[in-house]
């Protein structure tokens, strides 16, 4: 998604809407684009108790993942 500007465009939009984007702090530096992620309006933080508390309230989860090869 750092690097998407499809991708982008889209999570912007779902922003505008009023969906809640989180990202993960780890997982953006270990991409290198935690910095252009919090630019386009995302929360960056560590995710592994949010995460399980969303999943324990059974909050509705949206995951975007990418992987470079």
Do not use: W
């Not at 750092?2 to 984007?21: F, L, P």
């Not at 935690?34 to 929360?43: F, P, R, S, Y």
């Amino acid at each position: 998604m750092g690097n998407d500007t499809q991708v982008q465009s889209e999570v912007i939009e779902m922003i505008h809407q009023g969906v809640q984007v989180e990202a993960c702090k780890e997982c953006c530096d270990r991409a290198g684009v935690t910095d252009k992620l919090i630019k386009l309006g995302i929360n960056v933080r560590y995710m592994g108790e949010p995460f399980t508390t969303y999943i324990k309230s059974d909050e509705k989860i949206l995951t975007i993942l990418t992987i470079n090869i």
